[in-house]
């Protein structure tokens, strides 16, 4: 038997909790800045997988630009793969980081993402895929094309992500399966095709980006509403704005529903 755990590296909407403002400490909106739970650094989660000799596999689903601190408030080095939903800023600019961490490997690190992504990720990140001519810096990660099933190996097994796609308003972002988790962080539609892939979850980790309708993320109205409707054992609520407050969202959300923070971990037995 092996263990998985699903860390929440970050959970806050595009700017972070608190937000950056003219004024000391930032702008923590409705949120209570002695509430540690409300200091929120972007998304991203990383997968580990526990075999039963202690072996590891590590998955990174986006590097946000809070990267660097969260590795580090962690103590986590090393990775075995990095899969990204999408190429907005808030999930891959902090793909330089990853520099320091192939330095602790024995070669590239793989990463994973859908067309449009590797491109906008060569795009702005070419040197860290191919040597740019005069360069002495070698290149540190190996692209991948997710089109189907992705599956990572490593010392603790392997883990298999199955990708399912959904609106993000002007683009296409991926949702990623994992045995019996979802993960869905940025969404604001989804077809039925997609509500095929979230049935019988134990887990969902689902965008709620504020309580107001926005073009390109659903709200917490309609995150509970798709909790509901999924019906998983536990919905845990991610990519939130400065307007929702950790405790006040925990007294208010129904029972069988969490709030993220970051360093959350979800554990399960495999």
């Not at 949120?31 to 650094?41: M, S, V």
């Not at 988790?181 to 980006?209: N, S």
Request: glycine share 10%; net charge negative; aromatic share 6%.
């Amino acid at each position: 038997m092996a263990t998985r755990r699903f860390i929440i590296l970050g959970c806050s909407s595009s700017g972070g909790v608190p937000r950056i403002a003219e004024k000391p400490g930032g702008e923590w909106g409705e949120c209570d800045p002695d509430e540690p739970r409300n200091r929120r650094t972007r998304c991203s989660v990383l997968i580990e997988q526990e075999g039963a000799d202690g072996g590891l596999t590590r998955v990174l689903i986006d590097a946000s630009p809070d990267l660097r601190e969260q590795l580090l408030r962690h103590g986590i080095g090393k990775l075995d793969a990095v899969v990204f939903t999408h190429s907005h800023a808030d999930h891959c600019h902090g793909l330089d980081d990853l520099r320091v961490v192939v330095f602790n490997m024995p070669g590239r690190l793989p990463v994973w993402a859908d067309p449009p992504t590797r491109d906008a990720l060569f795009e702005r990140f070419g040197y860290a895929f191919r040597r740019p001519e005069g360069s002495s810096y070698p290149p540190i990660l190996d692209m991948n094309i997710i089109d189907g099933d992705v599956t990572v190996t490593g010392k603790g097994g392997a883990i298999t992500l199955t990708p399912f796609l959904v609106n993000h308003g002007a683009i296409d972002a991926l949702g990623f399966r994992v045995g019996d988790v979802a993960y869905l962080p940025d969404v604001a539609d989804m077809d039925e095709r997609c509500w095929d892939v979230v049935q019988g979850l134990d887990i969902w980790i689902l965008d709620a980006l504020r309580r107001t309708p926005h073009p390109t993320h659903i709200h917490l109205a309609r995150s509970l509403e798709w909790l509901a409707r999924a019906a998983p054992r536990l919905g845990v609520i991610t990519n939130m704005h400065n307007d929702m407050d950790y405790r006040t969202l925990v007294a208010e959300v129904p029972q069988g529903v969490d709030v993220a923070y970051d360093g959350m971990t979800l554990t399960v037995e495999i």
